[in-house]
Structure formats: C-alpha cells, structure tokens
C-alpha cells in the first residue's frame, strides 16, 4: 500500500519517567502504531539506592527501617516480612499478643494500601471524586499507626522477636471504629465507582492475563486472585497466626483490570473481617519473645515469604553468624509483576496502558529497591 | 408546566446543592487549617529529637554511654564526652544529632538506658541551611523553636 | 550450617532421573533444597515443571562468596500450586563461568536475571536481553560482589553524568 506521508508510522514514545499516571518514575518505551500499543519497555531503575547492599552493612536490628523504604505505602507488611524472616533464622517466634496485634496493623495497612491504590487508579482513569474519599480513610489507618508505633508512613513498628510497643489505651477502640468506618465507605466508592458506565468501558476487557500466564510471569497478589487462582499465603502458607482467623480468598474469572479492581474492594472487607476478629481476642502477656540483644543468627540460610499487599513479598536471608546478614535477598512483588506489563500492554491503546500500570499496583521504591 | 416550574425554581440545581452542603457539614470536615490550627499529634509520635534534662537539678539526664550511637544505623549521633576525675563519671560535653540523615526509627531511644534521649512531638524541622539540620546540645535541650506565624 | 537430609518421594524421584547431576539433598530449618550441578540446572527445572507441578519460580538471586573456589551460589525459588510446597535449587558457580537461562523454561526469569547479572556480573546464557536493569549501562562495577564496599561507587559514571564531585 503506497502511502502518503500522512499514513500512520510507528513512533516510539516515552511515557515517563516524570509522567503522572506512571506512579513514580517509571519510564515506559512505548511503540505505537497509532493509538495502538505494539510493544512496551520498561526501564527502571531511577529509585535504585541499594538496599540489599546496605542490608549487609547493618545490623539486624538496624536494618529494620530500610525496608519500610521500600514499598512504603505498605511499610508493615515489609517490616513484618523481614521480621519473620530473621525469627525464622534465629529459630524464634513471636509472642501470640504480639503476633495478634501484628496481623491487626499489617490488615489495617493493606486497606491503606489498597485505598491508596483506588485513590490513584481511579485518578488515572478520571475519576478524580474517589481520590478525596480514599485519602480521608486513609487517614484514619494512618493515625492509628501513628498513636500506636508514632510514625505515620514508614513505621518501624515491628522489632525482631516482636514489638517495641504495648497497644495504647484505646486501641481495640479505635481499630473498632475504623472496621465499623469503612464497611459504608467501601459500600460508597463502589456505589461511585463499581457501576460507573465509564468506569466499565474503560476496565473491563482491558489487560487480560489468565491464570496460565499469572504463573508463568510468576504474578501474585490481586492480580493472579482476579485471574481465577484462589491463592493467598496467609492461608497456603499460613504465618504470624492467619490460620487462626476466617477469611475468604476472592477471586475474579477475567483477570482483566475490572476483576482485579473488584478483587481489591472484596479484599478490603476481608481485612476488615480480619481484624474484628484479631482486635475481639488479642491474647494477653509479653510483647516480646525471648530473643538476645544483639542478634546472631547461626550461620544458615532461609526464605520466607507473605503476602504483602501487592503480592508475595520475599526475604532471603544468609547469615554467615555474625551480627550482620551477609546477604538479604528481597523479593519484590512489584518488581515481578511489573513485567507482565508488556504482555498485557500489546495491542491495546494508550489510555489503556494508564489504566493497566495503575491496575498492576506499584510502588517505585520496591521495583528499584 | 411541571418541567417550566422545575426549572424555574432551580430544583435540580437545589438538590444537587443540597449534596454538597451535606458534606460541608463542620463535622465531616478533614482538613486541617495548618499552621492556623495545630494539627494533634499522638503521644508517641517520634518527631525531633530532645536531651532531657533533670527537672531538679538542671542537670542533663545524658550519661555519654554512647549507646545511641552505636545503635544508629545512619551513625548520625556524636557523643563528646570527656572523663571526670573527681567523680570517675563520664561527663557529657557535647552531642550531635545530624537530623538531615535521620529517619526518625526510634531506635536511639530504644536504646537510651536513662531516657535521656527521646524523639518529641516537635515536627517542624525545616531549616534554610544545611547546617540548621544538625543539632548541637544546646538545640537539643532547649527544644526547636521554630518560627512562629500569626494569622 | 548444620544441615539435615531431605527425604521423601520428590527426592527420590529427581535422584533418579538426575543421579550424580544433583550431589545434595538438604533441609535446613524446615526448608528443603538441593544442590545441583551448574549445567544441569535448566533440566532440572524443566523436569519439576513438567513432572512435579513446580510451575511458579519465586525467585532468582545469588550470594556471593569471594573466599571459595566456586565464588557464587545461584538460587532459585520455586513453588508448586498443586503440592503447596516451595522448594530451592541452588548451584555453585565460578566466576567468569556461563549459565544457562531459566527463561527457557519460565518467561518470569528475565528480569530476575537481568538483576543478578547487573547486581553480581553473573552472565546468563542465552537470555533474550542480558543488560543492566536497575543501574545504568554505563556502570562499571558489580555493586553486590564482597569486593565492592557500601562506598564503592562508579565514582567516574557520577562525574560524568551528574556534574558533582561524589556522590557520597
């Protein structure tokens, strides 16, 4: 076909890393052809600061806060994986109080983080009103985080072997009020959102990936539950005590932006269900289990691995016993993930590629560590 | 004539108003008028960080054990002290908090034996220099005094 | 590492079709692993895959031991949706030697990869696109090797690109 020089030619484009939707600086090369997306490349990489290599300069102890760094819209679920790491190293486990008051902050912090997410995604795709709503819940989270370990966003509330912190008076109140808060809310952004005609043309059929491809990508979290595959390692693998409390896993039949949308709204209710039930028999006696003051693991190697908001969040960690691990493997969710972003990219339009980063659920700082 | 006086009357303007007043209601208010009102921050929030002094005696809580030090994983915290020799103490004559480095883990004062070193509600830490950010031990037992803005 | 041996059907059964492929079968703190020999690795991946129902690989990474002979351990993660088991391979490696890619046999193994080879300088043989990931391509060093210390960086890449004296 002979054309003009008017005939559409694939042009290659880059879409961050200072772009809006992009959440963060993530630059994806996008070639189009037209309005349709033939292939993407991600480049990552701008947040790198090493953390695995600062990891084998620290302290067990010290290290702690770094993770926090990472994905720092769920920094419990991150200060929980490694914790649980190093227990498992040195062949401890946390006291039942304190693992009970560990399942309530790391669920309050998967609603934070989940509502973070709907905030943003829903911003991407133009609905700008849930942003707002998402935020001021959030807030409420947050300011339980705060009265509980003081600090809001990166928390460090977990210490090795357990916590630093008893539960401030009025606590199982507050996290009462917050489960009793968010029903209705959640009730209220799907009123706004789950039947949205725009909303609908704009997620539903965008960005398939089927179960088969979820495992060979090695996706997990909300984006292999939509997929259809009823995995969760609170309850495969249970740690920390989840096998204590009843929950169901939801899941989605697509596996297109709309489910995992969907999966994250039911996900929510189930950590409320969670933490009810958490917050209703929180066990009495120590905080802290019997761990010495400086930690020296024998020398051995373990993986353990939970399920941090975004998907499985692994720690690697080989200690050579000295008080340093000599290296501390972090497997990040996102990271994983976020490759499946050309799979699910190709062939569809650009405004779906906003759509689909949002729906992946990064965090920066956890892809570049 | 039914639609005439609807829009006549600005119904649907009116019901759509209605929505908005309902929110603006003072008690669904979130957003806090900072600096104008002080947002509440949580007992144990860890904000900048404070030498306590002995409310008896005037006198720093601190012993120089240095124990902060060593448990700061941004070795941010300089503790000078020099060896009394009537008492056989440690005396505290200086300490450094380098707050540009600091990301406020509380694990300094987990490890203070005395409480002596403790992270306060303070939170505004801004500063026009470098410099400003490094504590020396005056800062730290007075407090920060940030600037104060009248409305 | 006091190590206890893994025993039971899959060990077994990969002893048998791998036999002096794999040296080890170990278990440590409930978690088990085996040793297998480097040019055997993608088999054996393909063999858990195919016959064991091992269908998601967790993760790719290595540990560096610069007083060894064989300077790397490679790990691999893997887990299996039907057995609800994770299990590890590890393979000790000498530098400068090659590896086959896992991409082969999973598609998730290319980034994790392209993370080992930017983070250790480990090439992996036969990856669609061996380049750096999280640094840039212009980095010299291998920041994760023991030899490079926590203030080891490309201090010549910082000059040129960033236009100040250090980065430190």
């Known amino acids: 076909m002979a054309g003009t020089f008017l005939d559409s030619t694939e042009l290659v484009l880059n879409m961050g890393p200072q772009h809006p939707s992009t959440h963060g600086v993530l630059r994806v090369i996008v070639k189009l052809d037209g309005e349709r997306v033939l292939g993407t490349e991600s480049v990552i990489g701008y947040l790198h600061r090493g953390v695995e290599k600062i990891a084998e300069n620290r302290t067990y102890t010290m290290f702690a806060p770094y993770v926090d760094r990472m994905d720092y819209v ?111 809310k959640i009730d209220e952004y799907e009123e706004l959102l789950t039947g949205n005609r725009i909303w609908r043309e704009r997620m539903i059929g965008v960005g398939i990936l089927n179960t088969e491809d979820c495992k060979a ?153 | 004539m039914r639609k005439l006086l609807r829009t006549i009357f600005l119904v649907d303007l009116v019901q759509g108003l209605m929505v908005t007043f309902r929110t603006q209601n003072p008690k669904n208010i979130v957003t806090e008028q900072y600096p104008a009102q002080r947002p509440k921050i949580a007992e144990r929030y860890r904000g900048a960080p404070r030498l306590n ?81 490094i504590f020396d031990r005056q800062i730290l037992e007075e407090g920060i005094k940030p600037t104060k803005y009248k409305f | 590492m006091v190590t206890a041996p893994w025993e039971g059907e899959l060990p077994s059964a990969l002893a048998a079709e791998f036999s002096d492929q794999i040296p080890a079968f170990l278990s440590y703190l409930g978690q088990n692993f085996l040793v297998a020999k480097p040019a055997s690795v993608i088999p054996i991946l393909q063999s858990l895959k195919d016959n064991h129902g091992f269908d998601y690989l967790v993760d790719i990474t290595a540990v560096h031991w610069p007083k060894r002979d064989e300077q790397f351990d490679i790990i691999y993660v893997l887990y299996s949706f039907r057995r609800n088991e994770r299990i590890r391979i590890k393979v000790l490696l000498k530098d400068g030697e090659q590896i086959a890619t896992a991409t082969t046999v999973h598609i998730t193994a290319d980034w994790l990869e392209r993370e080992v080879y930017d983070m250790f300088g480990i090439e992996f043989d036969g990856h669609p696109n061996m380049r750096r990931i999280l640094l840039p391509d212009e980095w010299s060093t291998f920041p994760l090797r023991k030899e490079n210390g926590i203030l080891n960086m490309d201090q010549k890449w910082v000059q040129e690109n960033l236009g100040i004296e250090s980065g430190q």
């Open chain 2, 53 to 133: 002094i002995n409310p008896e005696n005037g006198q720093t809580l601190c012993i120089a054990c240095d124990l902060c030090a060593l448990a700061c994983p941004e070795n941010l915290i300089v503790v000078g002290w020099e060896r009394n020799p009537e008492t056989k103490r440690k005396d505290l004559i200086n300490f450094t908090y380098d707050t540009s480095r600091c990301m406020f883990c509380g694990l300094c004062e987990d490890a203070c034996p005395v409480d002596a070193l403790e992270l306060t509600q303070d939170f505004e830490l801004a500063s026009y220099s470098r410099e400003g950010a």
């Open chain 1, 217 to 369: 990508y090695g996706v997990t979290g909300p984006m292999l539950r939509a997929a259809g595959c009823a995995w969760d390692i609170r309850k495969a693998l249970p740690y920390s005590g989840y096998e204590k409390y009843e929950f169901d896993i939801p899941t989605g039949q697509n596996g297109d932006t709309y489910d995992r949308y969907m999966v994250r709204m039911q996900e929510m209710r189930q950590s409320v269900r969670i933490v009810r039930q958490a917050v209703a028999d929180i066990p009495a006696g120590p905080i802290m289990a019997k761990v010495p003051k400086v930690l020296k693991p024998p020398v051995g190697e373990a993986y353990v691995s939970i399920e941090a908001p975004k998907g499985e969040l692994g720690y690697y960690i080989v200690s050579d016993g000295s008080t340093q691990p000599y290296r501390c493997r972090v497997r990040p969710p996102s990271f994983v993930n976020l490759q499946s972003l050309d799979k699910m990219a190709r062939g569809s339009l650009v405004a779906d590629l906003v759509a689909i980063i949002g729906t992946i659920d990064i965090v920066l700082g956890e892809v570049d560590r």
């Open chain 1, 74 to 184: 769920a920094a419990i679920s991150n200060g929980l994986g490694y914790c649980l790491a190093v227990e498992k190293l040195l062949n401890a486990e946390a006291t039942p109080r304190a693992q009970a008051v560990r399942v309530i902050l790391t669920e309050l912090n998967r609603i934070a983080s989940h509502l973070l997410w709907l905030g943003t995604h829903a911003l991407d795709i133009g609905a700008i009103t849930p942003l707002f709503y998402c935020m001021r819940e959030r807030e409420y989270a947050l300011n339980i985080f705060e009265k509980y370990c003081g600090a809001r966003l990166t928390t460090h509330a977990f210490r090795i072997g357990g916590l630093q912190y008893e539960t401030y008076e009025g606590f199982e109140k507050d996290t009462n009020d917050f489960c009793d808060m968010m029903l209705p």
